[in-house]
């Protein structure tokens, strides 16, 4: 997918090279981002990307080129706040990646409406957006979507056993308390630390190993990023912010749409070893207004895959999708 010129970049600060162009948010903060697909005067559909933890504008979604230009689809991509060459958000909350977005949208000139796509972690902005600006929504389609643990109305049934609950608590409780420890572990050289997770397959299937034989996988939790204090301090941020507490329940949330006004879709590999399908299956059966969809040997990193990504844009934007990715629920849990 190439890439297409986009409107001015915003001044730089001091002493720092910003080769991507951005916008100056509300709050002085600037964000910078990406443009692929057709170029925006001929799009028929407009969408924003969210990237997830540790990823940056530069992510891959892998939709082929002649579906983007058959479709007419205009993507824009951005780095959330810290990440890339947008600037941190040392009060970022769901309403505030939310508000980022909006105003993204805004100076970008995509209109009342756009669609938009969340990765992993990148989905909390997309529920942020749906709790406070789902008026401006066309579509949503949250991809390989992190559930958080700390949802009230998860039971604790579901939980109780999973090894991934415990290391939340724990991961969670070191950001807020031993910080300086974690960046330690991190950054020291003597035992694996950042890389053990990066292609374990405790939580990555075979799928998901193949592609990351073929990528950088988490470009960020590299040992020269992490190196970076700042980077480190900004991947805190963002697992506090995706993981810790919410300001609502998702799981509680109504219909926003009763007039079928906007689809909102919910794509999860069977075989996610991050999240497990379970989870996401409770998640759908208590928010029915989400079209639910499972890629039967699809692991964490479904975004890699260019006939997800082709069906992702068929079933937001068309309402088409295959077969094979609608699950039978019979055995659902309630």
């Not at 990646?97 to 902005?125: H, N, R, T």
């Not at 789902?134 to 992190?146: C, D, I, K, S």
Request: net charge negative.
């Amino acid at each position: 997918m190439g890439n297409i010129s986009g409107h001015g970049c915003s001044k730089p600060k001091e002493n720092e090279r910003v080769g991507s162009p951005r916008i100056k948010l509300s709050d002085g903060r600037h964000l910078a981002y990406r443009e692929t697909g057709v170029p925006k005067c001929e799009a028929v559909y407009k969408m924003i990307i969210a990237h997830g933890f540790g990823s940056s504008k530069d992510m891959s979604f892998l939709a082929p080129q002649e579906l983007i230009e058959e479709l007419k689809v205009y993507m824009l991509l951005y780095d959330r706040a810290g990440y890339g060459e947008s600037d941190p958000n040392p009060k970022r909350s769901l309403k505030s990646e939310s508000q980022d977005i909006e105003e993204l949208a805004d100076q970008l000139e995509l209109g009342v409406k756009f669609y938009l796509i969340g990765v992993s972690l990148g989905s909390y902005p997309i529920w942020g957006c749906l709790n406070h600006i789902p008026n401006r929504l066309y579509g949503v389609a949250l991809v390989a979507t992190t559930v958080n643990y700390n949802w009230p109305s998860i039971p604790e049934r579901l939980i109780k056993d999973d090894f991934r609950n415990n290391l939340l608590k724990f991961g969670l409780w070191v950001v807020k308390h031993m910080p300086g420890l974690l960046y330690w572990w991190m950054t020291q050289k003597l035992f694996p630390s950042a890389t053990v997770m990066e292609k374990n397959p405790v939580f990555f299937n075979d799928r998901d190993q193949e592609v990351l034989k073929r990528t950088p996988g988490f470009e960020l939790l590299s040992e020269n990023k992490l190196g970076s204090k700042s980077v480190f301090e900004n991947l805190c941020d963002d697992f506090l912010a995706g993981m810790g507490k919410w300001e609502f329940d998702p799981l509680k949330m109504s219909n926003p749409y009763a007039e079928n006004e906007c689809s909102v879709h919910l794509w999860t590999g069977f075989e996610d070893r991050v999240v497990p399908v379970e989870l996401q299956r409770f998640v759908s059966s208590n928010l029915p207004w989400i079209k639910y969809h499972e890629v039967p040997c699809g692991g964490h990193l479904i975004v890699y895959d260019t006939y997800v990504c082709s069906a992702i844009l068929r079933a937001l934007l068309l309402d088409e999708v295959p077969a094979s990715y609608i699950p039978n629920l019979s055995t659902a849990i309630a």
